[in-house]
């Protein structure tokens, strides 16, 4: 592979900035110095801020079986954009990702189709507990919980506590994390069934209270801790939630959480305004939830940043409050979104860096390898402009466009973006090939347990 020299940026390693820039070989970071010296490729930075490109642990990239919503060429385009170098695509594809077979067929499906590298999540359900350990060889990066029934369920049904232990038991043995999407079925269709009628949006908030998804962190804190799983919280949404998290972790059980720019910094005032493009669940809920969770993040309760980028034609988003399709689109704007957040003073670039890169990169393993910017790691870089503009949603390369952010104004422009040490966008144009590769997690040693 041909070599790349990065000049006069602001690189972020170690925690803070210098003044200079890094040399690429074969994919990998050769050196970082104040002048990296020549190469095949030479960039000049101009004074941007050289950073690690984020690591999203939650996209739903539709492929393969919903390729009129989303497929992997079209959201890792989106990814790329945003400055997001890796991703974890979630396994409620068609057909869903259960066993070592359907694993295998949508790594093969997908390789050289995408923009960015990938990690595969594998479904964990009532139906496929015989295919854990073979799921885990095969390179899952983490397995996908559901505790309610979605749209999409599987014909297995949801899952029951004694087969969720039995399931947790079994996904602890492989070391993998076990990712959760914490709601209480029975009181999401309670209150699905009591506000089937209304007609403002905020019913979605009103048939999904902080309790639903409570309970069902409680009760899955509780079950991992009994099976020894290494607990991952998708998506938090309540304060209350967030404290059980933090109580668990006091008492030394390992448990991680991440949040969506939408729960961090959008709260229920917005569903009057925005409709259609802030129904996602669980659902965005008040300003002191939305204030809690922002301080989690900042402290590093939580851990991460992920967008559950969830796709819909705008059809499927179409419709009454509780018919349409929930999910919206994400990967392409989180990380100008969370650096407005550090360059506006409400977050301290260091930890926005940490959230959308370095500390997801840990916790599947890859210390050192991705998420940071130091010689030896796979050269996963973004260069960010700092300059004002508005987020526009004609600019989405997703084929879904929803989203509540479109017409937000930010402060940090994606403009060059590389993966592997191959340019996959400049200028913010999107001029790479489809050369992200397929990634697993890292060593499961005990460090990366602790992580
Ligand atoms: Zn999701």
Redesign the pocket.
Known sequence: MTSLSIHNARVWADGRFFEGGVRVEDGRIAALARDPGKADTVLDAAGAMLIPGAVDM?V?FRDPGSPHKEDFGTGSAAAALGGVTTVLD?PNTKPAVLDASSFTAKRTAVSGRSFVDFGLIAAADPSNQAHIARLAEAGAAAFKFFTYERRDAPPAGILDDATLLDLLRAVAETGVRAHV?AENDSLVKAGRARERDSGDWSAHLRSRPALVEEEAVARTILFAREAGALLHV??LSSARSLALIERARRSGQIVTAEATPQHLLLDEKGYALLGADLIMVPPVRTEEDRGALHMGLASGAIDAVAT?H?PHTDDDKTGAPLAIST?LVGVQWSYPLMLTEALEGRLTLARAIDAMSTRPATMLGWRGKKGVIQVGADADLVLVEQSASVLDRSALASRGHSTPFAGTRVRARIRDVIVGGRVQVADSQLVGAPTGVFVTPGVRSPETRKA
């Open positions: 939650h739903h979630m999407h998708c998506h559950d969830a999910g």
